[in-house]
Each structure stands twice: as structure tokens, then as C-alpha cells.
């Protein structure tokens, strides 16, 4: 009997510790963070000349050639989502990563982070297709080149996973880096130095010029591969 007797004891004191269930499941929050707030610059810090301005919810660039940067973390296997859209048919900015540290002036985030371009003519400029919107910047060549013209909205999914760098825009594929891939030898003093980028690294939005106007309304990152 006394056998039994500690065995109901052990299963009422189960019974006891286990979690009840009360007829609804609450999910762990999602692992994400609007970095723009829609209202102001709260968090960001510029370097460089011109600035980055917020107008009915939208920021764009005021003069350049400038680096509006998140300050105070670096960020590794995340995913940033930005929407955004040119001002004119066709406008230049760009959206850094990986900047190794926090930076002081415009250039240094240029030729040690990774620049994923905006500009969907780079021919009128002179440049070719690892210039296009979407490619790691004079370093990838596109698979697609699914950017739509201003003013038009367009998406841009940037995935950062180890040294794996995958950017869509509008849901498509345009590059896939791996740190090591080969890349052309430069060919301009303003393009990138060549070589590895940290795993982690600080995240930023370029005014590119005061004739060259992109707006994003939404910029935010998911955490996590």
C-alpha cells in the first residue's frame, strides 16, 4: 500500500509543476526592429556632407555625398527589409553593410563595408552592369535587374549570413556573395578596395548628391538566419 501510496504522491506533484493550458498559445515575439520610426532620425548618426531629412513619413537625402548610419550596433545573420523609391525616373543612393567600424566620414564606409547599389542606369554614368541596383557595388554582376523606375516602389531584402550576402529586390535574386568569390579589378579611384568584410558589421543609407533624391518609408531588420 505505501508503495502506491508514493506513487500517487509522485504524480500529483507532476500534475502540480506541469504548465497548464489555458486555451490559447502566445507566440514568442518576432525577432525584429523598425530602425526607421517614420517620424525621425532616433537612433541614426550622419557623417559627410549634406544630410538626411524626414518629410511625411519619408527620409531622402539633402545634398552629399553623405552616410546616414545606425549607431551603436553592428548586425550579422540578419535580414534588413527597405522600401523605397526614386524621386525622378532614375536616382542614385545606396544601402551599406558590413561597415567594419563605426565611421567618422563618408569614404571609409565605401571602401571597407559593402555598398548595395541603387541606380538602375549606371550606363549613363559610365559604368556597367556591377553597377546596377542590387549588386554589391563595381564588385557583383546582377542575375536580374528587376528594379522599377521612379516613382515607382520597389522592395529590397538585404541577408546577411556569415559571409553570405544575398540582396532581392521586388521578391527577385540579384546577387549572391560569398566572401572569396572572385570580383573585377577595379576600374575608378571611388570604387571599393578589394578584400574580406566582417561577418558583422554597421548598416547605413547613403545621400548620394542634392540632384539624386531616394525616399524610403520603411527600413527595419529581422534577426536571425
Given amino acids: 500500500m505505501k508503495y502506491r501510496t508514493h506513487y500517487l504522491i509522485g504524480v500529483a506533484l507532476l500534475l502540480a509543476a506541469a504548465p497548464r493550458f489555458t486555451g490559447s498559445r502566445t507566440e514568442p515575439p518576432p525577432q525584429s526592429k523598425q530602425l526607421f520610426n517614420g517620424k525621425d532620425l532616433t537612433g541614426w548618426k550622419h557623417v559627410g556632407p549634406g544630410s538626411m531629412v524626414v518629410e511625411g513619413g519619408l527620409m531622402h537625402g539633402a545634398g552629399g555625398m553623405g552616410l546616414l548610419y545606425w549607431a551603436g550596433e553592428k548586425f550579422g545573420d540578419c535580414t534588413f527589409h527597405l522600401v523605397y523609391r526614386m524621386k525622378d525616373e532614375n536616382d542614385n543612393s545606396g ?131
Avoid at 204 to 217: A, L, P
Fill in 95 to 225: 544601402v551599406f553593410i558590413r561597415i567594419p567600424i563605426e565611421p567618422r566620414e563618408e569614404w571609409m564606409p565605401v571602401h571597407y563595408g559593402y555598398e548595395v547599389q541603387i541606380d538602375n542606369h549606371p550606363e549613363r554614368s559610365k559604368e556597367d552592369d556591377y553597377h546596377i541596383t542590387g549588386t554589391l557595388y563595381s564588385l557583383t554582376k546582377p542575375l536580374a535587374k528587376p528594379g522599377k523606375p521612379g516613382p515607382q516602389w520597389n522592395t529590397m531584402d538585404i541577408t546577411l549570413d556569415g559571409p553570405r550576402t544575398i540582396v532581392m529586390v521586388n521578391g527577385v535574386k540579384v546577387t549572391d556573395y560569398r566572401e572569396g568569390d572572385p570580383v573585377p579589378e577595379r576600374k575608378f579611384d571611388f570604387e571599393p578596395q578589394r578584400g574580406r568584410r566582417p561577418d558583422q558589421g554597421y548598416f547605413g543609407i547613403q545621400n548620394h548628391s542634392k540632384d539624386d533624391i531616394v525616399y524610403f518609408k520603411e527600413i527595419s531588420v529581422k534577426y536571425g538566419k
